[in-house]
């Protein structure tokens, strides 16, 4: 019976860190200052990141949008984002993963938003 109880506890526990950390992983907050510093260090690297990948020569013009989600190991970032090719301007979405107490950053996505 002792074992019983123990193993049941023990599931109890495993039960109760899973539900908080899909509580945790599931709720996006907007963001509420598009100019902050931080925010504006990972949209450059979104951008920077795909130059990277994919040659397009991108500028960040600005941050329009943006929702951030805490998870265990470290902060998503979903961004909408305006940034020129030469002259032309589009709106791009972007995620973007920062690794906690890290600078550590993953691009996750980046896509064209269409007209």
Do not use: C
């Amino acid at each position: 019976m002792r074992k019983f109880d123990y193993l049941l506890l023990l599931l109890i526990v495993f039960a109760s860190a899973i539900v908080r950390n899909e509580a945790i992983s599931n709720d996006w907050s907007p963001i509420k200052n598009f100019n902050d510093s931080h925010v504006k260090e990972i949209a450059n690297f979104a951008v920077t990141e795909y130059d990277r990948k994919s040659d397009a020569n991108l500028k960040l013009e600005s941050v329009i949008d943006g929702y951030t989600q805490e998870k265990v190991d470290g902060i998503s970032y979903r961004l909408a984002l305006i940034a020129t090719n030469d002259s032309f301007f589009n709106i791009y979405s972007t995620e973007v993963w920062e690794k906690a107490n890290s600078e550590y950053k993953k691009l996750i996505s980046f896509l064209l938003v269409p007209e």
